[in-house]
């Protein structure tokens, strides 16, 4: 029979929680200690032994939950409600000057800017509903994450409930700080074991840990720095939304400053440059933004990272090297050497002594040979010739102006099968079932060997094939014949033109508007285009003025129909206007959804804010549709999308 719980059991525990609460928001929030380490822990000792005793008392957001949960078979995978960006890289004053001009440029005036300190840790995203945490999540490929709730809650100073009640979603960084790195590596090397690399990996490795008592152990920190996602706030700049969430529970770096101009910023990142190693944590430099969040609404996105902000990266850490070395935080071994005329210019030689930098605190290169050190048996490095994989006599040439090289026998089979496997991936012609064994049966039955061959496949061509059944033909061909249609964005994107990736496919689309023009562009008025430039423009001349890759072209378009919307729509039915898409549409996926905006000339947001023109809901929409209520944001079902797309 369970035990009664009386009500001054219940008092306590109410009392307890309430002051252990208190006392680690003073110490990681507000950097105060009223208590000892030892008074703090013989609280949280009782209040443990009281829900020990009446396991009934026990509630998601007691401060006992940060001890951690029973160990996991693995991380359950979990997809990002608000899509994580990164942020461009500025690595010298030249180019956070250009960044200031381009965001002047786009709003016609000079922003305040926010500058906040660049911790080299985990970045986190954490959620909370009603002021309580449910979900702790890994940023993975900025789309998918990974559930590491357990591990989160053993966090001191990350709260479980917040000091109010709201639904928020907030991003920050995990770390590990450098006095504990040092501690472990001290205890390890006592131990005769491996020594870690740096405070970064353990971060990310404690982070992942099956069993959260080993992360508790790890003694992990935090700071949190943005609010992805909310309801019930109101606030118009960045400065603010760190004061937000300071109060609201989460420790906040201290160390952020609001600026006039850009010069200011670039004196702020001179100072912690030269002071950055006295923290107890790794920085790597400084994160600049826009302070108006009005300002960062219309600045927005690109298909890559936020326009209104940029890490403005410290200058590379120089250090000689004989044998592996400790650079900014990372034990390295081996270096980039860039490419032979780098080589060749630093005369590096097999078995050189070399100075080692890390490239914007990242990429490990070597700067110079320490010529006096050598001995004479080092040997000048020989570049090789022939790549076995080129086909042919596997010769390989330099291509004329660039560094990088190519090989001579034009359409070998691993060159084909590279592209074969862009050319129906999912940002593409989208061919589901058609991975790279596919692909390498289908070569090697000769049944395809470049792009249009995709769409000649017949059912008695995969009847032949190892493994291939009925059904997995028949949802091949049905898949097919449902890539035919496709965007003059992903259709340019398809034919693996050097230089030319997704988001410069989508700005030649909007230019060209048609396939038949963009084949026919010259290099002036691909120069000109935002984007383009030079090189990108002399590689698509270059690949049209093959005249296999002509032919090519041609025979893509007769088995393919770009979509009409390109063609035959206004320009700028849609032009500026925006929107965001909330739940699940019928009729289409949401990444055709945002296609089709584009196409118009319309844009797609993460959130809704009073500038957004349209919310599209489709099945079990989110927050987004009680937000677009609030604000009066004019919302569209499927039908009405699809009808304003038609323009009917």
Same mark, same amino acid.
């Given at each position: 029979?369970?035990?009664?719980?009386?009500?001054?059991?219940?008092?306590?525990?109410?009392?307890?929680?309430?002051?252990?609460?208190?006392?680690?928001?003073?110490?990681?929030?507000?950097?105060?200690?009223?208590?000892?380490?030892?008074?703090?822990?013989?609280?949280?000792?009782?209040?443990?032994?009281?829900?020990?005793?009446?396991?009934?008392?026990?509630?998601?957001?007691?401060?006992?939950?940060?001890?951690?949960?029973?160990?996991?078979?693995?991380?359950?995978?979990?997809?990002?409600?608000?899509?994580?960006?990164?942020?461009?890289?500025?690595?010298?004053?030249?180019?956070?000057?250009?960044?200031?001009?381009?965001?002047?440029?786009?709003?016609?005036?000079?922003?305040?800017?926010?500058?906040?300190?660049?911790?080299?840790?985990?970045?986190?995203?954490?959620?909370?509903?009603?002021?309580?945490?449910?979900?702790?999540?890994?940023?993975?490929?900025?789309?998918?994450?990974?559930?590491?709730?357990?591990?989160?809650?053993?966090?001191?100073?990350?709260?479980?409930?917040?000091?109010?009640?709201?639904?928020?979603?907030?991003?920050?960084?995990?770390?590990?700080?450098?006095?504990?790195?040092?501690?472990?590596?001290?205890?390890?090397?006592?131990?005769?074991?491996?020594?870690?690399?740096?405070?970064?990996?353990?971060?990310?490795?404690?982070?992942?840990?099956?069993?959260?008592?080993?992360?508790?152990?790890?003694?992990?920190?935090?700071?949190?720095?943005?609010?992805?996602?909310?309801?019930?706030?109101?606030?118009?700049?960045?400065?603010?939304?760190?004061?937000?969430?300071?109060?609201?529970?989460?420790?906040?770096?201290?160390?952020?400053?609001?600026?006039?101009?850009?010069?200011?910023?670039?004196?702020?990142?001179?100072?912690?440059?030269?002071?950055?190693?006295?923290?107890?944590?790794?920085?790597?430099?400084?994160?600049?933004?826009?302070?108006?969040?009005?300002?960062?609404?219309?600045?927005?996105?690109?298909?890559?990272?936020?326009?209104?902000?940029?890490?403005?990266?410290?200058?590379?850490?120089?250090?000689?090297?004989?044998?592996?070395?400790?650079?900014?935080?990372?034990?390295?071994?081996?270096?980039?050497?860039?490419?032979?005329?780098?080589?060749?210019?630093?005369?590096?030689?097999?078995?050189?002594?070399?100075?080692?930098?890390?490239?914007?605190?990242?990429?490990?290169?070597?700067?110079?040979?320490?010529?006096?050190?050598?001995?004479?048996?080092?040997?000048?490095?020989?570049?090789?010739?022939?790549?076995?994989?080129?086909?042919?006599?596997?010769?390989?040439?330099?291509?004329?102006?660039?560094?990088?090289?190519?090989?001579?026998?034009?359409?070998?089979?691993?060159?084909?099968?590279?592209?074969?496997?862009?050319?129906?991936?999912?940002?593409?012609?989208?061919?589901?079932?058609?991975?790279?064994?596919?692909?390498?049966?289908?070569?090697?039955?000769?049944?395809?060997?470049?792009?249009?061959?995709?769409?000649?496949?017949?059912?008695?061509?995969?009847?032949?094939?190892?493994?291939? +059944?009925?059904?997995?033909?028949?949802? %091949?061909? =049905? #898949?097919? /014949?449902?890539?035919?249609? @496709?965007?003059?964005? *992903?259709?340019?994107?398809?034919?693996?033109?050097?230089?030319?990736?997704?988001?410069?496919?989508?700005?030649?689309?909007?230019?060209?508007?048609?396939?038949?023009?963009?084949?026919?562009?010259?290099?002036?008025?691909?120069?000109?285009?935002?984007?383009?430039?030079?090189?990108?423009?002399?590689?698509?001349?270059?690949?049209?003025?093959?005249?296999?890759?002509?032919?090519?072209?041609?025979?893509?378009?007769?088995?393919?129909?770009?979509?009409?919307?390109?063609?035959?729509?206004?320009?700028?039915?849609?032009?500026?206007?925006?929107?965001?898409?909330?739940?699940?549409?019928?009729?289409?996926?949401?990444?055709?959804?945002?296609?089709?905006?584009?196409?118009?000339?319309?844009?797609?947001?993460?959130?809704?804010?009073?500038?957004?023109?349209?919310?599209?809901? +489709?099945?079990?929409?989110?927050?987004? %549709?009680? =937000? #677009?209520? /609030?604000?009066?944001?004019? @919302?569209?079902?499927? *039908?009405?999308?699809?009808?304003?797309?038609?323009?009917?």
């Amino acid at each position: 029979m369970p035990k009664k719980v009386s009500k001054d059991v219940i008092k306590r525990v109410e009392l307890l929680r309430k002051t252990i609460n208190r006392h680690s928001h003073l110490y990681h929030t507000l950097d105060k200690s009223e208590i000892s380490d030892t008074a703090y822990d013989a609280l949280v000792r009782e209040l443990e032994e009281i829900e020990e005793n009446f396991p009934e008392l026990i509630t998601p957001d007691s401060p006992t939950r940060k001890v951690g949960d029973a160990p996991l078979k693995e991380f359950e995978k979990v997809e990002h409600q608000v899509a994580q960006w990164s942020f461009n890289d500025a690595f010298d004053e030249n180019d956070i000057r250009n960044f200031d001009e381009r965001i002047k440029r786009l709003l016609k005036v000079s922003p305040q800017y926010l500058a906040e300190l660049k911790i080299d840790g985990l970045k986190i995203v954490l959620t909370y509903e009603k002021g309580v945490l449910k979900m702790a999540a890994t940023r993975g490929d900025g789309k998918i994450g990974e559930n590491v709730t357990n591990n989160v809650r053993t966090i001191e100073s990350i709260p479980l409930k917040l000091e109010k009640p709201l639904s928020i979603i907030v991003e920050g960084e995990i770390w590990m700080p450098k006095s504990i790195f040092e501690a472990l590596n001290k205890e390890r090397k006592k131990k005769g074991e491996e020594l870690f690399a740096n405070p970064r990996n353990i971060a990310a490795g404690s982070l992942r840990q099956l069993d959260s008592s080993i992360t508790r152990g790890r003694k992990l920190d935090s700071f949190i720095y943005d609010i992805a996602k909310y309801r019930g706030l109101t606030y118009g700049t960045q400065e603010e939304e760190l004061r937000i969430l300071k109060l609201l529970g989460f420790q906040v770096n201290p160390h952020f400053r609001k600026f006039e101009n850009i010069e200011e910023v670039i004196k702020f990142w001179k100072e912690w440059e030269k002071k950055k190693d006295k923290e107890d944590y790794l920085l790597d430099g400084i994160v600049v933004k826009v302070n108006s969040r009005r300002h960062q609404e219309i600045l927005g996105y690109t298909g890559k990272s936020p326009r209104f902000g940029i890490a403005f990266k410290f200058r590379a850490e120089q250090v000689a090297t004989l044998k592996p070395v400790l650079v900014a935080g990372s034990i390295v071994s081996r270096a980039t050497l860039h490419n032979e005329d780098e080589i060749r210019r630093k005369d590096i030689r097999i078995g050189d002594v070399v100075v080692i930098q890390k490239a914007g605190d990242v990429i490990p290169e070597v700067v110079r040979v320490l010529t006096e050190m050598r001995s004479g048996k080092e040997k000048v490095f020989k570049f090789p010739n022939h790549f076995p994989l080129c086909g042919g006599d596997g010769r390989i040439e330099r291509i004329p102006g660039q560094v990088a090289y190519r090989c001579v026998a034009k359409n070998s089979f691993e060159q084909q099968r590279r592209k074969l496997g862009h050319f129906v991936s999912r940002r593409v012609f989208d061919i589901d079932g058609l991975g790279p064994k596919i692909i390498n049966q289908l070569m090697d039955a000769k049944i395809v060997s470049n792009f249009d061959d995709v769409f000649t496949i017949k059912k008695g061509d995969l009847e032949t094939l190892e493994r291939f +059944g009925e059904k997995s033909i028949n949802n %091949l061909l =049905k #898949a097919i /014949e449902k890539a035919r249609n @496709v965007t003059l964005a *992903r259709f340019i994107a398809s034919l693996s033109i050097s230089q030319v990736g997704e988001e410069t496919a989508r700005d030649l689309a909007r230019h060209f508007k048609t396939a038949e023009k963009f084949s026919e562009a010259d290099m002036d008025e691909l120069e000109q285009l935002d984007g383009v430039g030079p090189v990108v423009a002399r590689s698509i001349i270059d690949w049209f003025t093959d005249k296999e890759n002509k032919k090519l072209f041609e025979r893509l378009l007769k088995q393919v129909h770009v979509a009409k919307e390109v063609i035959t729509r206004r320009q700028g039915t849609l032009a500026d206007k925006s929107f965001v898409l909330t739940g699940t549409l019928e009729k289409m996926s949401r990444e055709e959804a945002k296609d089709k905006v584009h196409i118009l000339g319309g844009l797609v947001r993460e959130s809704v804010s009073k500038n957004t023109d349209y919310v599209v809901v +489709g099945a079990e929409p989110g927050e987004k %549709l009680e =937000k #677009a209520r /609030e604000l009066g944001v004019k @919302v569209l079902d499927e *039908r009405e999308f699809i009808k304003l797309l038609e323009n009917k």
